[in-house]
T-cell receptor, first 115, second 110 residues
C-alpha cells in the first residue's frame, strides 16, 4: 500500500513552453501533497504544499506564478512549470501525506530537461 | 526546524552492519526523528522513525540516545541495494513538512 505515482517520468521541452507534471496517490486519499525540486548532487528542496480544494502554500523564494499547483481531487495534484527555461531543468518529486499515519510517501520523480 | 548533522559519506562492505550517525543537539521534546533514503534517480523512501525508544522494523533499527541529541540508523546486514543517500530529519509531532538536509551518501562495497 501507500503508492504514489508521477507522470511523466521524463520530459524534454523547448524553452518557453509549459510542462504539467501529475502526482497521484494510488491507494489512499491525500488532502495534502508536497512538491520538491532536486538539482544534481543536491538535497531535496521543498517548493510548496498542495492542499486539496484550496490554494497551495509556497516556500519562500518559489514563484507561485511560475510553478502552478492544482490539487483538485483527493488523489491528484499537478505542478505546471510555466514558460520553462533551461534553469528550470531539474528532478521534480512529489509526496502525498497519508493522514492516518502522518507519513509522507514519495513519487518516483520527474526529470525535466528544458532545451 | 531543528537542524541535523550527518557525515557527507560513508562506506561499508556487503553483508556487514552499517551504523549511520545523526546529531540533533537542538531537538525539541515533540520532534520525531525520521529516516528516509533515496536511491539514485528515485524518490525518497521511508525507512524508520522514532521519538524516544529504540525502534526496529524489517528494513533497519533506530537507536536513539538517552538525551535524544543523537541517533543512529543501523542496517544489520548491508546489501548492494542499500547504497543510497540517507536523510535524518526532525519533524514536530504536529507538523507535516519534511525539511531535507544534505544526508549521508552510503557506498557498499561488494
Amino acid at each position: 500500500g501507500a503508492v504514489v505515482s508521477q507522470h511523466p517520468s521524463r520530459v524534454i521541452c523547448k524553452s518557453g513552453t509549459s510542462v504539467k507534471i501529475e502526482c497521484r496517490s494510488l491507494d489512499f486519499q491525500a488532502t495534502t501533497m508536497f512538491w520538491y525540486r532536486q538539482f544534481p548532487k543536491k538535497s531535496l528542496m521543498l517548493m510548496a504544499t498542495s492542499n486539496e480544494g484550496s490554494k497551495a502554500t509556497y516556500e519562500q523564494g518559489v514563484e507561485k506564478d511560475k510553478f502552478l499547483i492544482n490539487h483538485a481531487s483527493l488523489t491528484l495534484s499537478t505542478l505546471t512549470v510555466t514558460s520553462a527555461h533551461p534553469e528550470d531543468s531539474s528532478f521534480y518529486i512529489c509526496s502525498a501525506m497519508r493522514e492516518v499515519y502522518n507519513e509522507q510517501f514519495f513519487g518516483p520523480g520527474t526529470r525535466l530537461t528544458v532545451l | 526546524d531543528a537542524k541535523t548533522t550527518q557525515p557527507n559519506s560513508m562506506e561499508s562492505n556487503e553483508e556487514e552492519p552499517v551504523h549511520l550517525p545523526c546529531n540533533h543537539s537542538t531537538i525539541s521534546g515533540t520532534d520525531y526523528i525520521h529516516w528516509y533514503r533515496q536511491l539514485p534517480s528515485q524518490g525518497p523512501e521511508y525507512v524508520i522513525h522514532g521519538l524516544t525508544s529504540n525502534v526496529n522494523n524489517r528494513m533497519a533499527s533506530l537507536a536513539i540516545a538517552e538525551d535524544r541529541k543523537s541517533s543512529t540508523l543501523i542496517l544489520h546486514r548491508a546489501t548492494l541495494r542499500d547504497a543510497a543517500v540517507y536523510y535524518c530529519i526532525l519533524r514536530d509531532a504536529g507538523a507535516q513538512k519534511l525539511v531535507f538536509g544534505q544526508g549521508t551518501r552510503l557506498t557498499i562495497n561488494p
